[in-house]
């Protein structure tokens, strides 16, 4: 009864650290997974596996994933108030007392199990391969591969649009906003596109806008006036130059646009009250 009970407590633990994330093993970066499944997006649109439709329907649903992981681990913190304290009442409190009720039990031999033996039709689980190192799935032999074709294919927009946005999920900021500004030279206005350009370019000005990223940002939205991408950036930009009023008017249009209790409406709302919590002279 004794082990059973050690048994249980040690299960518990490692249930408590693995939610609150304090074992390595436990660790299991969903965030990692999400970046990892875009990566194989982007390379299997750059091989014709996914057409275009498909590719921005997949990436949106990744990225709306990526945004609602804090929400997920504030539930399970959430969780842990509960249910860990109803575990150990439920589980652990009751052969406490009836150890102490009634003493230790008599020793009793048990047999050790015979081994096990294969069947038919039932088969061991196998290790997971590990993914190789440079294999044909890493982004950045994509990028190579991407780069070298537009330099014999110039005019292909579609092309470069693939390239600044592999660049982007690279992080290679100044490589993106090039990429982006010849495909934005070569195919119709498109407001994703737009939207892309205009974020990779402020990121090479440290983060600071100035007119030409205005600009990008404008024909984003008379492009399409309710991308959601591009509301939140003029938001942001507004906020920046202290334009609250302007910065409540682009997310309330993200509100009106976003599905209701979308992590895109929620953090709308939260911007909407700092801004106003700004006008009135104080913050959040």
Do not use: C
Not at 36 to 60: M, P, S, T, Y
């Amino acid at each position: 009864m004794i082990i059973f009970t050690i048994v249980v407590v040690v299960i518990l633990v490692l249930v408590v650290l693995g939610l609150s994330g304090a074992l390595p093993f436990w660790r299991q970066d969903r965030g990692a997974e999400i970046s990892a499944a875009l990566r194989e997006l982007l390379l299997a649109r750059a091989e014709g596996r996914v057409d275009g439709e498909e590719f921005e329907r997949r990436q949106a649903a990744l990225h709306a994933s990526l945004m609602d992981l804090p929400q997920k681990n504030a539930t399970a913190r959430r969780y842990l108030r509960w249910a860990v304290p109803a575990l150990i009442t439920v589980i652990v409190v009751p052969p406490v007392v009836l150890y102490a009720y009634f003493g230790k039990p008599k020793e009793v031999e048990i047999a050790p199990a015979p081994a096990p033996v294969a069947s038919s039709g039932m088969r061991t689980p196998e290790p997971k391969p590990q993914p190789q190192a440079n294999s044909g799935g890493d982004l950045n032999m994509v990028v190579k591969r991407l780069a070298d074709k537009m330099a014999k294919d110039p005019d292909n927009g579609e092309g470069w649009l693939l390239l600044a946005r592999t660049y982007g999920e690279l992080r290679q900021h100044k490589e993106a906003a090039s990429a982006y500004t010849r495909a934005a030279a070569l195919l119709p206005p498109d407001a994703a596109l737009l939207a892309g350009w205009a974020d990779a370019y402020v990121m090479t000005q440290d983060r600071k806008w100035n007119d030409e990223a205005r600009a990008i940002v404008k024909r984003a939205l008379a492009a399409n006036p309710k991308h959601l991408k591009s509301l939140a950036l003029a938001g942001g930009e507004a906020f920046d130059r202290a334009d609250y009023k302007a910065a409540i008017d682009y997310w309330k249009r993200i509100k009106a646009a976003a599905p209701v209790d979308s992590m895109d409406a929620k953090l709308a709302d939260s911007n909407i009250a700092e801004a106003t919590a700004r006008m009135g002279g104080k913050k959040l």
